[in-house]
């Protein structure tokens, strides 16, 4: 693999965060506002149809801790999941998804 992570210098290495890859176009003279919405949108679009699967899933790793007999108590727990999403800009700087 030709992964390098870029430790010290935020403007180096082919996995950077977000804030940095921004700040850099920013400089660059790019609208970073308009590449943040086209973002948003490849999320939307990507977590819209999974959805429903997340939400069964949710809902069964945890209804039987949130009533447990029948009860109809307060929630005592919560579930969640951390969605991440490898994006690349191409050269006109439209956002792709990797995984």
């Not at 973002?39 to 899933?57: C, F, G, N, R, S």
């Amino acid at each position: 693999s030709k992964y390098v992570k870029a430790e010290a210098d935020p403007n180096s290495g082919s996995k950077r965060r977000l804030t940095a890859v921004m700040k850099l176009l920013s400089e660059q003279g790019h609208d970073t506002e308009a590449l943040m919405w086209r973002i948003q949108d490849l999320v939307i679009k990507t977590v819209l149809p999974i959805e429903p699967h997340l939400a069964h899933t949710y809902y069964m790793a945890c209804s039987s801790r949130l009533h447990p007999q029948g009860k109809k108590d307060a929630p005592s727990s919560r579930c969640f999941e951390l969605l991440g999403f490898d994006v690349l800009l191409d050269q006109y700087l439209q956002p792709w998804l990797m995984e």
